[in-house]
């Protein structure tokens, strides 16, 4: 699929993930070298706090270029570039809605077991509570894998509506699929290291802090839209799998 539309998924990528993503590099200030654990923590709270608006201008940019992909991946009416990005960001506020829905459930999921765990038995068990709430957080995520296509090709404006199709298409292919996300995460993980970790590290070493986590912001931004294009890709082609089924 992204041979096929390999000159169209570049265009795409470059101007909804790799501009946002090298723009919230440079503008984004980094936690000041030599900070460990509660220190490094707060400064970097301190700095979302500051920016969190250009961090979720960010995020509604590349959803939009994911919805956008979305439609031309899969629409069979075959839409030219300029039809595609306006009928993404029209789903974009279903999308968000849906996505929203799922944010706030599981916040209330995790409200009503951590607190009563926290109260009972302190915080040494509400970590280990944790670790269900994480599990059931990835299953529900891996059984909407997907609403981004639902919403943008199966023109579902209703985020409760799109949810319920999402989970209804994936009905039966949970294991499966929470198979292949693994292995993606895996794969992306081990491609993140080898081209930005350990590249940094002697870019870092050699050029000096400043030019060195330039170049390093500059490489995971190319990074980070290869993986977000593949994995926009993997979530297409689960749709049409579906969709044929």
Known sequence: MIGANREMMLVLGGLFFLIPQMLLGMLL????????DEAAT???MDIFAVWWPLVLGVAVIQA???LTLMVLLCDSGRPVVRDA????IKALGPYVGATLVLVAGMGILALLILLPVTLAAGEAAAAVAMIPILAVALWVNVRTLTLAPVVAVGRERNPFEALKKAWGQTNGSGPRILMMVILFLLAALVISIVTTAIPGTILIATLGQETGQGIVGVIEAFVSTFLMLAWSALIAASYRQFAKA
């Open 42 to 44: 707060q400064a970097a």
């Open 85 to 88: 990005i306006r009928t993404g």
């Open 64 to 66: 939009a270029g994911m």
């Open 29 to 36: 200030p980094d936690v000041p070298p030599g900070m460990e």
